[in-house]
């Protein structure tokens, strides 16, 4: 999702990074996401969980289509399972890098991984999901790398798989497979984001300090048949987002709370690929528009009904961390999607009146991580 910012007076579109708290005034602040040496996210891992009875690693034995659950970071207990189940990686394919790494090629460093998997596996996962995956979607490509030891015996072959990643670069559980999911980017009503400094971290408890609670989830698919630009998209989202706001909180004055509405644009290649549901949420920015403000404790109507969720928020992630045998697993410089144009990205929160917002205009906000 792409940076876009937007906050307006009595119905005037105005460009600025700064949230304003006024009556009938409403703003927008949005996620930047960070870049690295790659369009996509890239997460991996060295594979050590060996099959006793075939002597083959478990992971370099499965095939497109198959996927991999772990609970440990060196994946020691990696095992196949079925995409409906809960796992951490989805298998697009393998590749094979002897071409350009010989055998007296140097195990690569984090920054060669990250290129070699960037080169080997962005073609591979696009062509799994038949050319339509979403650059700024849900799913990052990974690739899973032989360790030290099966390099130097000649091992040049990575597998390539699509995994969920958060923007502290941790992995999170998935169900189903990503030929069948819908992309977007979104979390189920009621999760809390975590803040890390300024910008969006993983999700975490409400009742711990956050930088957004979604409140809403819109699916814009259902209102435009063809990609609608971000002022069609904020001109329907002003008043939807707004009324879900409001029914969530239970009508609660977030002025009063500096608080805001904030939703999501789609660019047009996530549209593209089939990613057009939006998150509506509720955060604070900096007044002067450095980033977002820790937010502590639900804003939802405690007098609400339990809420129902059509599937399961995203897991505890696993983390890289040294291991006391063999390698670790190495993240390929683990990274979140180069920020998209600015077709796409958070959009306008609202303080005041929900019911009654004003047009939207974009611009650009101090770059955090993705939502």
Known sequence: MSPTAQWFRGGRRTRSTRLVMLGAVAGAFALLASSTLTSWPMQGGSLHAEDASRGVNIAYAATAGQCLAWSKPDLSDATKVGCDAEHMFEVTG???VSAKYGKDAKFPDATLWQKIG???CTDTSTKYLAGKLDPFGRYGIGALKPGSDRWQSGNRTL??????IGPSGSLFATVGSAKQQDQSDVHEVGTCLGIQGKTVSDPVECSQPHSWEIVGLVDLGQQFPDYPSVDKQDAALADQCGKLAADYTGGMDLKAKKLGVAWDNRAQESWAAGSHRVNCKIGSMEPDGSGLVAVTGSVRNPGAPPLTTSAKPRQTPVKPQQEPTGDPM??????????PPATSGSAPPSSGSASSPAPTSSSSVTPTSRS
């Open 118 to 120: 960037q080169d080997s």
């Open 330 to 339: 190495h993240p390929m410089e683990s990274g979140q999607s180069s920020a």
């Open 94 to 96: 393998t590749a094979d």
């Open 159 to 164: 597998q390539c798989g699509l995994q969920v």
